[in-house]
């Protein structure tokens, strides 16, 4: 039976030393936003399942509501603490509407819902978004943070190097199946992109790695994430003492993301073998 110790539950915490080339691990910076300790809106992307999303984070002191409106004054989200909750209060919310498919797969199931990124961002308007919150005697706290169409492009050709334990990625060039090269460059040419993806500076890459194990595995909840700065050299070792925790030959995936744009995320996994031996190894389906 598998067992986590204290110790790996906090090895994301303390991944700077195993992070290669010559920038440290980068620690998401909280940003003041007028009375809120922070506030944030962003797009994040998954080039290789081809959906979208709209991210949001608030995180204020003593709230009993909070308010989101875009940059037309369209209220687009709403909390009321009741109850114990209202006793309690509310600080900090994070949200993600559902991520729809940007593409249409050949084994697209009948009702599944279709969101291009041409629709996307006419659902979402780039500007300004206004976060409000009041407490018990009416006090009112306020902020606003940007939301840009700058998408970050989608990292590639994903590597996993078993002896080394090390993953390696490279810079992109469109936004995978959410939109190809020529694609991005028309939306450009149109007025609806203000960058193409390929120009956008990237911050900061996030890497991620976890198994694919069963729901209701202990070492489903292990998940190894750092992030490095954007002119960093494009590859994280692995702690060993986190791939210690698995058997050989166990399934997995590692995820890359761009961040840029306001914290835009553009994503790319792929499917790896972790402690990978023998001829065989994991067996992995191959990408068309």
């Known amino acids: 039976m598998n067992t986590i110790s204290p110790k790996l539950r906090t090895l994301c915490m303390v991944t700077t030393a195993f992070v290669t080339g010559t920038a440290a691990c980068v620690a998401t910076a909280t940003e003041p936003c007028g009375d ?37 004054g ?13 006793e309690q209060k509310l600080t900090e919310t994070f949200a993600e509407s559902a991520e729809p498919l940007c593409w249409e797969p050949e084994d697209m199931e009948e009702d599944e819902d279709i969101v291009t990124l041409e629709d996307f961002l006419d659902r979402w308007a780039e500007g300004t978004y206004f976060f409000t919150g009041s407490g018990d005697e009416g006090e009112k706290s306020e902020g606003e943070t940007e939301l840009t169409y700058m998408l970050p492009a989608a990292p590639v ?9 090390v993953i390696s990625w490279s810079p992109g060039f469109n936004l995978g199946n959410c939109a190809d090269f020529d ?21 900061e890459w996030e890497v991620v790695m976890e198994p694919d194990v069963d ?15 954007g002119d960093s050299a494009l590859m994280v070792t692995v702690p060993a003492e986190y791939l210690a925790y698995f058997e050989d030959n166990t399934l997995g995936k590692i995820e ?8 835009n995320a553009t994503f790319t996994e792929v499917e790896i073998c972790i402690n990978e031996v ?5 067996e992995i389906e191959e990408e068309d």
């Not at 023998?278 to 994991?282: F, K, M, V």
């Open 36 to 72: 809120f300790g922070e506030c944030k809106a962003l797009i994040e992307i998954n080039s290789s399942d081809g959906d979208i999303g709209f991210h949001f984070l608030m995180d204020g002191d003593d709230l009993n509501s909070a308010m989101i409106q875009d940059p037309n």
């Open 74 to 86: 369209v209220k687009v989200f709403q909390d009321r603490a009741k109850g114990p909750l209202k």
């Open 157 to 165: 050709d994903l590597e996993f190097d078993t002896v080394e334990g």
């Open 183 to 203: 694609h991005l460059a028309n939306l450009v040419a149109g007025g609806v992109l203000p960058v193409h993806p390929i120009d956008v500076t990237v911050d």
């Open 215 to 229: 729901d209701g595995d202990p070492l489903g909840s292990l998940v190894f994430n750092v992030r490095v700065a």
């Open 256 to 263: 890359v993301g761009a961040i840029g744009g306001e914290d």
């Open 278 to 282: 023998g001829e065989d190894g994991c």
